[in-house]
């Protein structure tokens, strides 16, 4: 049974920080591209980060500069450092694993990140 699980989110100021992680089974994790979207309120799921298999990233602008991704083949486990967050990252997020021929796809459950004073 594959199964990825999200964790770290939560209520946070604007300025500050927090630490996802999504921990995944029942897949072979090395042949996985992973990705990180989220999901406004009446909004679609948007991508926000993307780490390859190979370990090559590429990130949605807005994000860019504040949020690294990053994996842990070993722990197969994949993480989003998330800095100077604004009101505007309010939202789910998703992990998602996409296996690297392009076939099998697979969702996490989602974890809320609110961003408030």
């Known amino acids: 049974q594959v199964q990825l699980v999200e964790s770290g989110g939560g209520l946070v100021q604007p300025g500050g920080s927090l630490r996802l992680s999504c921990a995944t089974s029942g897949i072979t994790f090395v042949l996985y591209d992973m990705g990180w979207y989220r999901q406004a309120p009446g909004k679609e799921r948007v991508l926000v980060a993307a780490?390859?298999?190979?370990?090559?990233?590429n990130y949605a602008d807005s994000v860019k500069g504040r949020f690294t991704i990053s994996r842990d083949n070993a722990k197969n486990t994949m993480y989003l450092q998330m800095n100077s967050l604004k009101p505007e990252d309010t939202a789910v997020y998703y992990c998602n694993a996409r296996h690297i021929t392009g076939g099998r796809t697979f969702w996490g459950q989602g974890t809320q990140v609110t961003v408030s004073s």
């Open positions: 780490i390859t298999s190979g370990g090559s990233t």
